[in-house]
Nanobody
Framework: VQLQASGGGLVQAGNSLRLSCAAS????????MGWFRQAPGNGREFVAS????????RYSDFVKGRFFISRDNAKNTVYLQMNSLKPEDTAVYYC?????????WGKGTLVTVSS
């Protein structure tokens, strides 16, 4: 399975973006999916995740109430709806699949939020 994130871009603070992460070369059936981000000069940090089994979601404190993760298993795609964006949300966003003893990272997509 390979993952490809898309949907990033330049947006003004307060606006919204929706990121997508599509799986190819297989299905992400059975994988827990997550979004992470890495800002310039910082390490990669957890943003949100959604389980395969019960679709339970988790969020980091700094996005809770603003970002929402969802998945469409029929389309092998996971989404990250980002609302009320802030300049500090500027980062490269990565999706990750976790399951079957594997950790699979996709190529990131850059989100830039201007003030």
């Amino acid at each position: 399975v390979q993952l490809q994130a898309s949907g990033g871009g330049l947006v003004q603070a307060g606006n919204s973006l929706r990121l997508s992460c599509a799986a190819s070369g297989g299905t992400f059936s059975g994988y827990d999916m997550g979004w992470f981000r890495q800002a310039p000069g910082n390490g990669r940090e957890f943003v949100a995740s959604i389980n395969w089994s019960d679709r339970n979601t988790r969020y980091s404190d700094f996005v809770k109430g603003r970002f929402f993760i969802s998945r469409d298993n029929a389309k092998n795609t996971v989404y990250l709806q980002m609302n009320s964006l802030k300049p500090e949300d500027t980062a490269v966003y990565y999706c990750r699949a976790l399951g079957y003893g594997k950790v699979i990272w996709g190529k990131g997509t850059l989100v830039t939020v201007s003030s």
